[in-house]
């Protein structure tokens, strides 16, 4: 039997826009001579309407799952809590867990306030708030998960100085809330330094998400690499692909382990969708990704080149043209026809591309023994739903104290984060979502626990949840009351 030595990898059209700029995409792939066979799958609005919830049928994974290399066209995720979103169900499902998004200027061609712009942003791509772990627990409060584990920090921030090691970037910074999440984001940040000095040739720095996002978007040319968890790396290669001239210009890698999917930065702009003037480089640029990460250096690097002459020729799709900087104003259509015929070419002024296969080496991520620590029950958290007596904390804390089950004693009662008891102010405004700290004098066992909750239930206090306070190695794994 003959085995074809293309390389298996399925495609998906998406919505909105999706299926102009993917087939665009297909043709120039196809003009360039790839060695694909192309597996379609229907992810995405149509699969939601049929009743799969996270947009994606059984069989639809089954394709991915073998030819473990996807390129995806946007989708339109349709609103409303019935429906998970199906980018997210993919990384986490294949293991994604790094997003690879290159932003760079390509001046004087495309305006842009930042011509020296050059950066690659690296996303956490699992964790974070897009756990998806939501819930609504009282009539006026609601809450989303923030998950941040140990081997996840691993996985990211190995993965951005082993890149910055393989494409000869000499720079990775970091970005985190870590003096407001000084738990979650902490970590990040901890393990960042700790990693960081296993790579003592790449420079490091760390900045606080605020004032690094305000650098980005003014000076984007002082970063190389920047790591971040999930949700500011979503947000922030947004604004970085966004001021490199247009969002339609970002291409995107995720990549795990054993698989990995491509696409476009930018969504399904609905907005624009069928009408012929979608920019279809994103996802061109994501597929080119895709060629350097299955070897196909030779193509990557001919419609790379083809890609980059087309825009120094001034044909330029709406979004980026300028009128006395552009030539002409080309819809989809034509844009994929002027890279085509520019295959083999190479650009004059802007940098021509070289992929080589000592280039892409693929980046291979080796994970510490976990490490098991003393962990001890030193309190716990009641979180209750209480809306009486004007909701004076004063009156809770006076209830409240009075239950004690074993160890455990009332320490404090906040109110959003902030202590209202004892000792609180008239000032602070109250919800009717109260967490009521109880600590223990000495390590406790969770049947304490049970107890205390059984007495105040007994009562008929709300409890909506329990959340219990461990100290690690004799150190606390909870932060304090704002207050405390
Ligand atoms: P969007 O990125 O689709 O569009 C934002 C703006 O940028 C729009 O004005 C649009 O016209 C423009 N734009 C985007 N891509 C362009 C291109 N290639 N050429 C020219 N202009 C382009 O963001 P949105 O409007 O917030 O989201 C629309 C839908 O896309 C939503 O359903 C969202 O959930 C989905 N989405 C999907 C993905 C994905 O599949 N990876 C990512 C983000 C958003």
Redesign the pocket.
């Known amino acids: 039997m003959q085995h074809s030595l293309n390389t298996p990898v399925a495609i998906a059209y998406?919505d909105?826009?999706g299926p102009e700029?993917m087939r665009s995409t297909l043709e120039i792939l196809q003009a360039a001579g790839a060695r694909i066979d192309f597996q379609e799958i229907e992810v995405g609005e149509k699969q939601y309407l049929k009743g799969h919830t996270s947009g994606i049928s059984p069989e639809a994974w089954q394709v991915l799952r073998s030819t473990k290399v996807f390129l995806?066209a946007?989708?339109?995720?349709p609103q409303g809590t019935g429906y998970k979103?199906l980018?997210v169900t993919i990384r986490k499902s294949l293991g994604l867990f790094a997003n690879v998004r290159p932003c760079m200027s390509y001046h004087p061609f495309i305006t842009t306030h930042h011509p020296e712009m050059d950066v690659v942003i690296i996303r956490e791509n699992e964790e974070d708030l897009y756990a998806g772990i939501e819930h609504q627990q009282t009539d006026e409060v609601t809450q989303c998960l923030k998950l941040i584990s140990k081997p996840g920090i691993e996985k990211i921030v190995r993965f951005a100085f082993e890149y910055a090691r393989v494409y000869g970037r000499k720079k990775v910074s970091c970005f985190t809330k870590d003096n407001i999440m000084k738990i979650t984001d902490g970590l990040f940040h901890r393990m960042f330094d700790e990693i960081g000095n296993e790579y003592p040739e790449i420079k490091k720095e760390h900045y606080i998400v605020d004032i690094g996002a305000a650098r980005l978007a003014d000076t984007p040319e002082i970063f190389d690499v920047v790591v971040m968890p999930n949700l500011y790396g979503d947000i922030l290669s947004d604004v970085a692909a966004q001021i490199t001239g247009?969002?339609?210009l970002g291409g995107s890698a995720n990549i795990g382990s054993a698989c990995a999917m491509f696409?476009?930065i930018?969504?399904?702009?609905?907005?624009?969708a069928g009408q012929d003037?979608?920019?279809?480089?994103?996802i061109l640029l994501g597929a080119v990704q895709m060629l350097v990460y299955i070897g196909q250096h030779d193509v990557a690097q001919k419609i790379h080149n083809a890609w980059l002459k087309t825009i120094e020729d001034g044909i330029h799709?709406?979004?980026i043209f300028r009128e006395g900087k552009s030539k002409v104003q080309v819809g989809t259509r034509l844009f994929t026809k002027a890279v085509i015929e520019r295959l083999g070419e190479v650009p004059q002024q802007l940098p021509a591309v070289t992929y080589t296969m000592e280039g892409d080496k693929k980046i291979t991520i080796s994970m510490p023994v976990p490490k098991i620590s003393k962990k001890e029950l030193v309190g716990v958290d009641v979180f209750l739903h209480w809306n009486k007596d004007d909701r004076n904390p004063e009156v809770l804390g006076n209830q409240v104290s009075k239950y004690k089950a074993g160890h455990f004693a009332l320490n404090m009662i906040t109110n959003r984060g902030v202590k209202v008891y004892p000792g609180g102010i008239p000032e602070t405004f109250c919800t009717d979502h109260w967490r009521c700290r109880f600590v223990a004098d000495a390590p406790g066992k969770y049947a304490e626990v049970l107890e205390l909750c059984g007495q105040l239930s007994q009562e008929g206090f709300d409890i909506i949840k329990t959340e219990n306070l461990y100290n690690f190695d004799g150190k606390a794994g909870y932060s304090l009351g704002q207050g405390q």
């Open positions: 998406g909105g826009i700029i995806k946007p989708i339109t995720t979103s980018n247009s969002v339609g696409e476009a930018h969504g399904s702009a609905p907005d624009i003037v979608a920019n279809p480089s994103g799709t709406r979004d």
